[in-house]
């Protein structure tokens, strides 16, 4: 009995190890948010004091349960929502409104009904400046990359809705933005499409080594996906947890100690979920392991 605690009790250690606090100096930031705030006109404070720094070809997922302002944090870096305290930047430059080296892909997969596939590729290039002769060949290269060879000509709405994500992220790989920006595009699949989708764009990712931010409140989607995992809370939207994920690519659902840091995620999600006032004490620091950063810290006065 106490030899199989002391096992499960360095497994759940060995695998919070793989989870490490992410370090990154903003002068080398790709992207750079900072003392970022959001309030609505009906004054719903979404985001506060938000600082994050990502660098060149990192995949950060930003987790949190609903309303804790992922959107909100995602369509300010898009340029939709024009931050009312802070700045965000890219390369240095701050940015003010959409610009083309950032792509915002959402649950729906947004394509034009009226085109083929390849042809909702090759309009998006097109309106990207890219040469007519060049189009067709690049928009096939994608298509190929997304497994859905043979459905070029296809329109919309005679492909499923994994297929239509799949001409989406073709789309959106073709355009080939510095940063691509996503918000639960898997929200609405199926599980077993989810899975695949999932597979799939990890391993587009480790080939591109594109810089991703996506959005999910799927704690074991962002362990399987992110190079870092961003933990949010709300009332206010905060980021409450920047943690690297040390666990090697490809990664797999079923890996335990995927699973194992999962629990450990979820734990802290429901520690900064909770109001100050009905908070557990102490908090659960027994649980947490005797290096690293990954103790709860007071929750930030409001
Ligand atoms: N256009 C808006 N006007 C007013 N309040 C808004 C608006 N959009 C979002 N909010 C509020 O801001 C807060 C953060 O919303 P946001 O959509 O960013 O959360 P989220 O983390 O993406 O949630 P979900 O997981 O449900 O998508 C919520 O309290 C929400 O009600
Ligand atoms: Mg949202």
């Known amino acids: 009995m106490v030899r199989a605690l002391l096992a499960r009790w360095k497994k759940w250690r060995s695998s919070l190890r793989l989870l490490q606090p992410a370090h990154v100096d903003p002068g080398r930031a790709k992207i750079s948010i900072a003392q970022l705030g959001h309030r609505y006109a009906n004054k719903v404070v979404a985001l506060h004091d938000v600082n994050l720094n990502v660098r060149t070809g990192e995949f950060v997922c930003l987790l949190g349960p609903s309303g804790c302002g992922k959107s909100t944090l995602l369509f300010a870096l898009a340029g939709h929502v024009e931050p009312t305290g802070g700045t965000v930047s890219i390369d240095g430059k701050r940015i003010h409104g959409p610009g083309p080296d950032r792509l915002l892909m959402f649950q729906e997969a ?128 905060r980021v409450v947890r920047d943690l690297e994920v040390h666990l090697p690519m490809p990664r797999s659902m079923e890996d335990a100690r995927l699973t194992e840091m999962a629990r450990h995620v979820r734990r802290l999600l429901r520690h900064f979920e909770v109001p100050d006032s009905e908070h557990p004490t102490p908090p659960p620091r027994r649980a947490l392991p005797a290096r690293g950063l990954l103790r709860p810290s007071p929750l930030p006065s409001r």
């Not at 083929?116 to 040469?131: D, E, Q, S, Y």
């Open 110 to 237: 947004a394509l034009f009904p009226w085109l083929t596939v390849r042809g909702n590729i090759t309009f998006a290039l097109a309106a990207r400046g890219i040469p007519r002769d060049e189009r067709r060949a690049r928009a096939d290269t994608f298509i190929r990359r997304v497994q859905l060879t043979g459905f070029e000509d296809s329109l919309p709405h005679q492909l499923s809705g994994g297929m239509k994500m799949r001409a989406s992220l073709a789309r959106a790989l073709a355009v080939d933005p510095a940063v691509l920006l996503m918000d639960e595009p898997f929200g609405s699949l199926d599980a077993q499409t989810r899975v695949h989708m999932q597979e799939l764009l990890q391993s587009i990712w480790m080939r591109t080594a594109k810089t991703i931010v996506f959005v999910t409140h799927d704690v074991q989607e962002a362990l399987m996906l992110g190079t870092r995992v961003v933990l949010m809370a709300p009332r206010p939207g």
